[in-house]
């Protein structure tokens, strides 16, 4: 048997729910934060703290890799919002994606990072209405010229409170694919932020009639040299971790957790 067609099979199913997201088909909610990096770094460290002070319940749920073991830690909130991981870099991140939206859609708010080009600071929180592609990893199972890589505008009018910005935004698939050269030509065609996933993020979602959308903190500016090993990185560490901060409140508006 094919591993796709596991996913007709009522046990193979629940075998790969719980691989993938360690817990039952069952349990999916009617929203989910997504993120393909894990929560402990897209959110501040202490996050669970914040659930603690909101009074929130909330059960962790750890996937078990058969090749890598236990992975990142998902989320269920009061038994109706949910935080999944799904994966780093778009290949890994599409391929659970379609299994998660082969359940019943969700509404989903992807979260992650993002370098910033032009027309943004670091620490600063960005609404992609629309990506450019620069990834054909979703061709695979998406006909480009029907699904386009861009935002539900409901939700996206939701989540696009007072704060946050707009962007124009591209998806990058590879890390070190991000030459100056290149970087460049984003700026040159207006490209404000990048990252890794969005682009498939927002065609899976289009195919299957899921209602997505995203917000972005940007964590460096990579064309003025403001990197991870940069002092000007290291001197706005507070502003990064306030970003964390907003990013995790604004999840949690999502999820009807004001």
């Known amino acids: 048997m094919a591993y796709s067609e596991l996913l007709s099979d009522p046990e193979g199913r629940k075998e790969i729910f719980q691989e993938l997201f360690g817990l039952e088909e069952e349990l999916i909610p009617d929203r989910v934060v997504v993120s393909p990096i894990a929560l402990e770094a897209v959110f501040p460290q202490d996050f669970r703290k914040v659930f603690d002070e909101k009074g929130l319940d909330y059960e962790e749920f750890i996937p078990e890799d058969k090749v890598l073991g236990k992975v990142a830690r998902n989320i269920l909130i009061e038994g109706k919002g949910l935080m999944l991981v799904l994966g780093r870099g778009v290949v890994e991140f599409v391929d659970s994606l379609r299994v998660l939206l082969s359940a019943d859609s969700p509404d989903m708010l992807f979260v992650g990072s993002s370098a910033g080009i032009q027309g943004v600071d670091t620490g ?29 505008p409901d939700l996206l009018n939701e989540v696009k409170v007072p704060g946050v910005k707009e962007s124009l935004h591209a998806t990058v698939p590879l890390f070190y694919m991000e030459t100056l050269d290149f970087l460049r030509y984003l700026k040159v065609i207006g490209v404000n932020t990048i990252d890794m996933e969005l682009s498939a993020f927002y065609r899976l979602a289009s195919v299957h009639g899921a209602r997505a959308a995203a917000l972005l903190r940007v964590s460096d500016l990579p064309l003025v040299g403001e990197h991870y090993y940069s002092e000007s990185y290291q001197r706005k560490k507070d502003k990064k971790l306030a970003s964390k901060y907003r990013l995790l409140e604004l999840a949690l508006r999502f999820l009807g957790f004001s």
């Open 124 to 152: 600063d929180i960005v609404a992609p209405e629309a990506v450019i592609p620069f990834e054909n990893v979703s061709e695979i199972y998406v006909d480009v010229t029907r699904h386009l890589p861009v935002a539900n």
